[in-house]
Each structure stands twice: as structure tokens, then as C-alpha cells.
């Protein structure tokens, strides 16, 4: 790992939302529901699907990113049978070569849940996902449900600062010095 790496995850306890810096797809969506309603910060509108199972959405960066976690927000009682029940979350460079990292379930979920990519308090480079792709892919709904509703997805990755790029590194040449103020 590189000092700028390890100045970026310094602080443990802050996260940051960065799929703000993603290009989102998914496999399908009814008319009006589209991949927008995913990152759109409104609870009442959701992405649906169409189609058979099983539905993917892929989150595509342009370099190289650090993830901590998603938080998917899943509604069992508005949505029902439209409910997510087993997800698959895979990572890769492209459609191509993904591979799964982790498959979960769950049970009546109501509000945010949270898919931890990373182990508790280990933020060290080597311990964390990196990647420039993730797809979250639904394998069940519950009730045997074919199209599927989600209603946001965030990711999550290290905050970082300006200053903190700069940390452990020494500026103190006459040539850097020459351009460190402006006149």
C-alpha cells in the first residue's frame, strides 16, 4: 500500500457515499421505474424490474475504488412479494470477470439494511474491496416474486479529505516552494 492509501483510510469511523462517482445500470425496468429511482433520495419511488429472475444492478467506477458497504432501502410491507429475499453481490473489472464476494438473505426487511464489504475496524488496503465494478444481482424475491422493487442503494467507501492526499509526503523543495503561493 501506498501513503496516499493509507492517509485516505485513517479514519476508521467516517464513511463517505461515493456512488455518486458510478455509472448505474440494471438488466430491466418497467416504464417509470428506472435505474434513476435507485439514487433519486426519495423512499416513496423504487426501481422495478421486469422479466425472470435474476435481476442485476451494476455500479461501474472509473478507477479503482475502495468499498466499506452498500445499504439497500427495502420496504416488505409496501412492496410485499416485490421484496428482494436472496442477493448475490459480485465485484470485477467487467461484466466478464466477476466473482461473487457475498451472498445474503434476509428476512421481512423495513428500512435500511447494510451489506458490510470490508471486516469490522480492519480498513487496511489489503482487507478492504477494491474494485471498479460491482453488480448486485437479486436471485429471490419473497413469495416466489418475479419482478423485484428497490427503492435506494447507496455505497459507501472511506472519507477522505483534500489534506489528507497530502499527508506523509514532504514538500520542500526550492522548486515546489517557487509555485506554493499564489501572487
Given at each position: 500500500?501506498?501513503?496516499?492509501?493509507?492517509?485516505?483510510?485513517?479514519?476508521?469511523?467516517?464513511?463517505?457515499?461515493?456512488?455518486?462517482?458510478?455509472?448505474?445500470?440494471?438488466?430491466?425496468?418497467?416504464?417509470?421505474?428506472?435505474?434513476?429511482?435507485?439514487?433519486?433520495?426519495?423512499?416513496?419511488?423504487?426501481?422495478?424490474?421486469?422479466?425472470?429472475?435474476?435481476?442485476?444492478?451494476?455500479?461501474?467506477?472509473?478507477?479503482?475504488?475502495?468499498?466499506?458497504?452498500?445499504?439497500?432501502?427495502?420496504?416488505?410491507?409496501?412492496?410485499?412479494?416485490?421484496?428482494?429475499?436472496?442477493?448475490?453481490?459480485?465485484?470485477?473489472?467487467?461484466?466478464?470477470?466477476?466473482?461473487?464476494i457475498k451472498k445474503i438473505e434476509f428476512q421481512?426487511?423495513?428500512?435500511?439494511?447494510?451489506?458490510?464489504?470490508?471486516?469490522?475496524?480492519?480498513?487496511?488496503?489489503?482487507?478492504?474491496?477494491?474494485?471498479?465494478?460491482?453488480?448486485?444481482?437479486?436471485?429471490?424475491?419473497?413469495?416466489?416474486?418475479?419482478?423485484?422493487?428497490i427503492r435506494q442503494v447507496k455505497v459507501f467507501?472511506?472519507?477522505?479529505t483534500y489534506r489528507d492526499a497530502f499527508v506523509?509526503?514532504?514538500?520542500?523543495?526550492?522548486?515546489?516552494?517557487?509555485?506554493?503561493?499564489?501572487?
Amino acid at each position: 500500500p501506498n501513503r496516499r492509501e493509507d492517509a485516505l483510510i485513517e479514519n476508521k469511523d467516517e464513511k463517505q457515499e461515493i456512488g455518486k462517482y458510478a455509472v448505474w445500470s440494471v438488466s430491466s425496468a418497467k416504464g417509470g421505474n428506472g435505474v434513476e429511482h435507485l439514487r433519486d433520495d426519495n423512499l416513496t419511488t423504487f426501481w422495478q424490474s421486469s422479466g425472470t429472475l435474476p435481476h442485476y444492478i451494476n455500479i461501474q467506477f472509473q478507477k479503482k475504488m475502495t468499498i466499506l458497504e452498500i445499504k439497500l432501502h427495502l420496504d416488505i410491507h409496501a412492496d410485499e412479494s416485490y421484496t428482494p429475499f436472496c442477493f448475490s453481490i459480485r465485484s470485477g473489472t467487467t461484466f466478464h470477470d466477476l466473482k461473487e464476494i457475498k451472498k445474503i438473505e434476509f428476512q421481512d426487511p423495513q428500512g435500511w439494511v447494510t451489506v458490510p464489504l470490508s471486516e469490522p475496524n480492519k480498513f487496511e488496503s489489503d482487507q478492504c474491496l477494491r474494485t471498479t465494478f460491482l453488480q448486485i444481482a437479486v436471485l429471490l424475491n419473497h413469495q416466489n416474486g418475479r419482478d423485484t422493487h428497490i427503492r435506494q442503494v447507496k455505497v459507501f467507501g472511506p472519507r477522505s479529505t483534500y489534506r489528507d492526499a497530502f499527508v506523509n509526503y514532504d514538500f520542500t523543495s526550492p522548486s515546489f516552494f517557487s509555485y506554493a503561493s499564489i501572487r
